[in-house]
């Protein structure tokens, strides 16, 4: 009886029900639809609309590997939006809540940015120490590494700024003696043997506990970002076991570094934090500002440079990048490097890594150099990401990515015997180009600053940098061109080990060092030959001319944008590193022509040809679709295909229904009048179907296996016997977009881009004929390529 | 000499000499009085070694007549000297380097217990007490199901059970433990043997 009444109320409501839908335009969004406006109908009646037509848990919701609908999302947001705007004059309470609602976006930022500066300053002190614990131990305080140790020592001299009795070398420790060539044996198996327990350790944690903590994660945080949704990916394991098995990593004296990590590690706080508020919680698409915001404070903790965080989240990893998210992410770059800065635990406020202190002038003739340096560095950033991912490849397909943990042991063993020799190879990789990009002045004293003093013989000291070089300097350009070639190859195998690695660092350091030969070339080539013309007519004989060190920045950004295809971005970021204002031209230039030389060999960057590899479903946004096909020759079915699954509108069975569910793997299912019109109605999706299916089934009596389904607004007329109907007129969308089958697919493609959809129906006069869904539109633009379209993975 | 400024008056040695002073400092400093330092680098001049100089002064002192002692010139050169030479004042924090470092091994040292005693064993107890039989885990099938979609209608009930609760707080524990386990075998078969993500 109960059912019997709330049904006849049902049918009066309808009326009124059916006059609000043609005012509220909007799209079905949920089924809350009903109760945003049923509150100016009768509003006793509004409980049994709630009872009847409450939310399903569950449907809204998406799959794990799929790709999430931009336009459902923000309509949603809107709708949340104006219910609580509509709400807030009604109690102080309400007013609260929608303050709460504004303000929260700004809290979940700052946590973020709180949470990624105290996890970077944990990173930085831990792979500081435990880099040197692969040399020696401080015996007064365990837990400071080298540098630390011997700071308020007296003992370090001019000569040898890291030598103090408290800081006891491995050899010193077991054998009792510091120098000779046992200790020199007991050191290098003292450092392999720390090497491969810490990556050892580090590929057993990643493989317990969390196996999407491998890798950089910046392709995948792209992807994410555009709206696939990788369950897991940003959960709290995995960022609890990146940030361990970094340090693990980097400590093991891998060729990698540690800022792609951090980006991951900083969309975890965020993605975490984002589930305190239900406003980001349940949107998929908030969800993303935030995680845009939190890319940013990932870089600029990373590299401590905040406004090229800023940047790098708009060019690099943020698909959709509205205004509001800029200001966003530049708050959370700036709470990110203001708690890391606040941490700094190492002294001189060292917030900039590779601070530049020299501000002497670059000529125009040298403008010849930086050039060739970039063309090296697109030239370089081509090889290395067609290496890269020809080995990655391998590695997926073959017998080789069996093995993942021997695999790791094996590059890390042949890494640490072949850098412990190289004294440029064996120290931190940071500490190096910290030291390349460090010009030569009076009070540098290593090995590549020993240049030929002037005077004969007496070690008068004389302001004139522009000596002819000495042994020392000949020497270390031998190391340094060994340790080039060294890191070129072992950084192909090792980015894409199933352990965090990131690539940024490497790349700089290849780029430094190139910088730098080539820098004290062309000093060396000035000193001899200062008569030439271009010498004659800039350097003086006697003045400081060359600045090798500024080779090396420029070599350094040349690289790093050769192989990630940044501009803008790591123009910023290299000038907040090193504080060299006064270079922007030189890095520009380098950039520029690195990037015109790159893509002269390959239009993608190494993060998009990830992207490619694993097949992930990013519709890129720089690429530029120019074929000439129509919207029919790319839709499906296509000639030899079964034909379209649709579902009519009233005249299916949950039996039916269910067939067709579980007989194709479709995604969503267009829903027509009937067969004989194929007229379109709206656009259901699977999963929806099958959870409101389920849920009816429990909550719901008398619906059983031949009971029928309507999506329209009332019932079917049925014979009196028959089991009660089912209505899914809630999960129905009801303005799918649509094309005609004539439509370029220039401009298919351009609203598949700009609007975030997943799928587009084809008609034709009017009648429903196919549809295209993303991965049609991807496989499509592989076959325009001549790549293997079969490689699209995910829908 | 000062020992981590917990107390509020401190004995600090001042200049190197057997000199106490009584300084009380106020507010309470976390700071390690050995935590500032100013450091002079002075390069090579005519005969003299370059050097490097470091003593405990603050800001105010940091600057090459106090800090660089002694003095390797007389008199008029001093000046000359002082010129070239580089001084820093830089300051660190001790403290948190030890509570980051002791963070660290501690968490690192519980991950490796905890991995140890999920493959070593919890297999071994697992066989003792429930047979041989039982360790034919079933998960395998479901992981691979769910991540397909192979049996929709088994995800749905899946997401829709998810709201029911069990009373007993050692049972939700179990059944987080377990559902995190299956995840992280999905995880890893997506990663390590499909090959399908992340590769």
């Given at each position: ?130 880099n040197d614990l692969k040399e020696g131990v401080c015996l ?5 590494n080298h540098?630390?140790c011997c ?9 040898e700024?890291d030598k103090c009795p408290q800081w006891k070398s491995w050899a010193e420790l077991i054998l009792g003696q510091a120098e000779g060539?046992g200790s020199y044996i007991m050191n290098y198996f003292m450092y392999?043997y720390w ?225 412990f020799?190289?004294p440029?190879?064996r120290q ?368 | ?199």
């Amino acid at each position: 009886p109960t059912i019997k009444t709330t049904r006849h109320h049902l049918k009066v409501l309808n009326i009124i029900k059916v006059s609000f839908t043609f005012i509220f335009r909007c799209k079905l969004c949920g089924s809350n639809y009903a109760m945003s406006n049923g509150g100016g109908a009768a509003s006793s009646s509004t409980h049994l609309l709630d009872f009847l037509e409450e939310p399903i848990p569950g449907v809204g919701t998406y799959d794990d590997f799929h790709t999430i609908d931009w336009v459902r999302e923000k309509c949603k947001d809107r709708e949340r939006h104006r219910k609580i705007n509509s709400k807030k004059k009604e109690s102080a309470w309400e007013f609260t809540k929608s303050l709460y609602d504004a303000w929260s976006g700004w809290l979940v930022v700052t946590l973020t940015g709180l949470a990624s500066g105290a996890l970077a300053g944990l990173i930085d002190i831990a792979a500081d120490w435990m880099n040197d614990l692969k040399e020696g131990v401080c015996l007064s305080a365990m837990w400071f590494n080298h540098e630390q140790c011997c700071w308020t020592s007296n003992e370090t001299t001019f000569a040898e700024r890291d030598k103090c009795p408290q800081w006891k070398s491995w050899a010193e420790l077991i054998l009792g003696q510091a120098e000779g060539p046992g200790s020199y044996i007991m050191n290098y198996f003292m450092y392999i043997y720390w090497a491969l327990s810490f990556a050892f350790l580090a590929v057993c944690l990643v493989k317990v506990f969390a196996p999407y903590a491998c890798g950089s994660g910046i392709p995948e945080i792209k992807t994410i970002l555009s709206g696939f949704i990788i369950r897991g990916y940003l959960g709290k394991w995995t960022l609890m076991i990146k940030t361990i098995t970094l340090v693990l990593a980097v400590a093991s004296g891998l060729s990698l570094g540690k800022e792609g990590p951090l980006v991951h590690v900083a969309c975890c706080c965020g993605n975490i934090f984002s589930y305190l508020f239900p406003k980001y919680s349940k949107n998929e698409a908030k969800k993303r500002e935030v995680l845009s915001a939190a890319s940013a404070a990932g870089v600029s903790v990373a590299f401590g440079a905040p406004i090229g965080g800023v940047l790098f989240s708009l060019e690099e990893v943020s698909y959709y990048f509205p205004l509001k998210t800029l200001w966003r992410s530049f708050f959370a770059a700036l709470v990110a490097a203001f708690v890391l800065r606040s941490i700094n635990p190492f002294g001189n406020s060292r917030l900039v890594l590779f601070y530049v202190e020299y501000h002497t002038p670059w000529y125009l003739f040298e403008l010849i150099p930086f050039i060739l340096l970039g063309v090296f560095g697109g030239l370089w950033g081509a090889f290395f990401i067609r290496a890269n991912i020809a080995w990655c490849r391998r590695r997926k397909s073959t017998r080789f990515g069996k093995y993942p943990v021997l695999e790791v042991i094996l590059v890390a063993a042949i890494t640490a015997v072949v850098a412990f020799p190289n004294p440029y190879t064996r120290q931190n990789t940071s500490e190096l180009i910290k030291e390349l990009f460090t010009d030569c002045g009076p009070l540098e004293s290593s090995q590549l600053c020993q240049y030929r003093s002037q005077m004969n013989g007496s070690k008068a000291f004389t302001d004139n940098p522009n000596r002819p070089a000495g042994p020392g300097v000949y020497a270390a350009m031998w190391q340094l061109c060994l340790a080039l070639i060294f890191k070129i190859i072992m950084t192909i195998f090792t980015f894409g080990l199933k352990v965090p690695s990131g690539l940024f660092i490497p790349s700089m350091a290849i780029g430094a060092i190139a910088g730098r030969i080539v820098g004290i070339a062309v000093e060396q080539l000035a000193y001899y030959h200062h008569d030439w013309f271009l010498f004659k007519e800039w350097c003086e004989v006697g003045a400081d001319c060359i600045t090798p060190g500024l080779y090396a920045m420029v070599g350094a950004a040349a690289c790093l944008g050769g192989v990630t295809r940044m501009t803008v971005s790591l123009v910023v970021i290299v000038f907040e590193l090193t504080g060299g204002l006064e270079y922007i031209v030189p890095l520009m230039a380098a950039v520029m022509t690195s990037k015109w030389v790159g893509d002269a060999f390959g239009r993608e960057g190494i993060y998009e040809a990830h992207i490619r590899l694993n097949g992930y479903p990013f519709l890129d946004a720089k690429e530029e679709f120019t074929h000439t096909t129509l919207a029919r020759e790319v839709m499906r079915p296509r000639r030899s295909d079964p034909p379209l699954a649709v579902l009519t509108q009233d005249d299916l069975t949950v039996e039916e229904l269910q067939g067709i569910i579980n007989d194709t793997s479709y995604n969503g299912f267009p829903v027509i009048v009937s067969k004989e019109s194929q007229r379109l109605v709206g656009f259901a999706l699977r999963r929806d179907i099958t959870i409101a299916i389920e849920n009816a089934r429990r909550k719901q009596e008398g619906i059983m296996l031949n009971s029928r389904v309507y999506f329209t607004q009332h019932a079917p007329t049925l014979p009196a016997d028959s089991p009660r109907p089912l209505k899914l007129r809630s999960i129905l969308d009801m303005s799918p977009f649509t094309v005609t089958d004539h439509t370029p697919m220039e401009i298919v493609v351009d609203i598949f881009r700009k609007l975030g959809l997943r799928q587009c129906l084809v008609t034709h006069n009017g009648r429903l004929l196919g549809i295209i869904t993303k991965k049609d539109i991807l496989r499509h633009m592989a076959q325009m390529a001549n790549q293997d379209p079969e490689s699209i993975m995910f829908n | 000499m000062g020992a981590g400024g917990e107390g509020v008056c401190v004995c600090v040695c001042v200049g190197g000499e057997a000199r106490y002073e009584q300084t009380c400092l106020l507010p309470v400093l976390l700071q390690n009085s050995e935590d500032i330092r100013c450091k002079c680098i002075c390069p090579p001049y005519r005969d003299i070694e370059g050097q490097i100089y470091k003593q405990n002064v603050s800001l105010k002192d940091c600057n090459c007549l106090h800090v660089v002692e002694p003095m390797p010139v007389d008199g008029k050169d001093v000046e000359a000297y002082c010129l070239r030479c580089e001084c820093k004042y830089e300051e660190r924090s001790s403290g948190t380097i030890k509570v980051t470092i002791i963070i660290y091994l501690s968490i690192l040292g519980l991950l490796l217990l905890y991995m140890v005693y999920l493959t070593l064993l919890e297999p071994m107890l697992k066989r003792r007490l429930f047979g041989h039989s039982q360790l034919i885990q079933s998960d395998d099938e479901v992981g691979v199901c769910v991540s397909l979609n192979i049996a929709p209608f088994a995800n749905a009930h899946n997401v829709l059970s998810r709201s029911h609760s069990r009373p007993n707080v050692l049972n939700k524990v179990e059944h987080a433990q377990q559902r995190w386990r299956r995840q992280v075998q999905e995880q890893r078969k997506s990663v390590f043997d499909r090959h399908v993500v992340l590769s």
